[in-house]
């Protein structure tokens, strides 16, 4: 597993600043559970909410707790000014999202200075056993300021 | 364009019923706009709550309208007692989505006994004007009763 | 159909000397059967060398030839001092790749001043009869010089 | 990392044999380097004869070699009598395919009964040093008799 070194040596404050700004994080009830260079987990207690026909959590919110713990891991190596996008990204769902709790483990797997490459996992959580439910990889972009 | 011949003469109801089910759609607000065999329209008005950090709404809440788009556009061609879920799909952001209601357009390209290929675009709309703001290709599907 | 004004009055030259650059067209038989700005049908004879375990062309066969369509159709757009490279793709099977000629057709969706996002469908012929094989979206990047 | 067994205890013949069957293989000049129960290697020596306007191999041959990995590896854990396809898949071009032998690595993430979720990971090798050149996620399919 590769470890990185952050170029912005406060990338602890300005990442969880950009979070706490997505009001749809809140909205979702998806928190950070854990924050390392290239590296994060995101947690997300079940609500009815957010389900699809079968009672299950949406595949779209499955994605989106994935894409932002994507953009949360390369945001952390990207210089302090800059601002993140998504390009895109490709979810595979392996099984249905039925659980008390959902993590989403993101991490940088190539850092750029334009592009970053990065895999993500969700997985739901019953009684106390986790089942991996969905996997992401996606490419992120830095936006430098003109 | 292809015109697709539905399995199911009934299809509407069964596919608004499934819709009606997702309580994630109506907790966005979206709401079907047009509906035909392998076609649908999906619409949703902005909300501050599905928010990412400048104000645009969140790539993964686009991702969920993208993909109840596929989805429900591959469930009018499916059986009567089919059940539906995602395979995959990968979501290209193209611009932010930014606008006072977003549209979600599907439609099936290749239909299948078991697996269905869709693509879906995604439209933000602002003083009469659309812009493109997502692009989805996605693998739905069908789940056959034992 | 979106229109597109190249950059470069001269892309047409350009991108035909890039295009005969690549080794790997000349090998696998590919040539360019129309060029157009953000446009361009590549086309391929049948080669059982190419072919996999039941004599249908091999997946990644066609997928070399959406990926430089891709590569192609972006380009036409792109200065004339640029490079090119590929972000990413995502191939969807949709039928055996089972034909005497085979034609890959790609089109800008999106052209940017650093990405394009692009699609791309193969398409095989057999007795005058074309079947979609397979469809793709991807994402280019223009490298200007420093 | 989860170990997988095989339905098939002759797995290694039949997998060997289809892999033997793909002439697009012996063409690309690709081997199998090593194969366990849902994980492969496979290998490739550069040829200048697949690649593209800078010398580095083409997005579409690191594709076929990725793609052909996941196939493999997939394919181990299936039945004796299946055959098997491909339904999807994205790579992600993370370096320029640039080296004298070329390595793809997969293994099987999730197997099922009709659909198989793998990764894969292409490495270029020179003077002994490997860079991961791309990245494959993708969907196979087990096709069984009537």
Redesign the interface.
């Known amino acids: 597993m590769p470890r990185f070194e952050p170029k912005n040596p406060n990338y602890r404050a300005v990442v969880t600043a950009?979070?706490a700004?997505?009001?749809?994080m809140r909205?979702l009830g998806i928190s950070i559970a854990r924050l390392e260079p290239g590296e994060v987990d995101l947690t997300m207690a079940y609500s009815?909410?957010?389900?699809?026909?079968?009672g299950f959590?949406?595949?779209?919110?499955i994605?989106?707790?994935?894409?932002?713990a994507c953009g949360i891991a390369a945001f952390t190596l990207m210089p302090g000014d800059a601002?993140i996008?998504?390009?895109?990204?490709?979810?595979?769902?392996?099984?249905p999202a039925k659980g008390k709790r959902f993590f989403f483990r993101a991490n940088v797997?190539?850092p750029g200075r334009?592009?970053t490459?990065c895999?993500a996992r969700a997985f739901a959580e019953e009684d106390g056993r986790e089942t991996?439910v969905a996997?992401m990889?996606g490419?992120l972009?830095a936006m430098m300021p003109r």
Not at 57 to 61: L, M, P
Not at 85 to 95: G, H, M, Q, S
């Open positions: 950009t979070f700004a997505q009001q749809a909205t009815a909410e957010f389900t699809q026909q079968n959590v949406h595949a779209g919110i994605t989106a707790g994935l894409d932002t601002d996008l998504t390009v895109e990204f490709k979810t595979n769902l392996l099984a797997v190539r334009t592009l490459f895999e991996l996997s990889t490419t972009m």
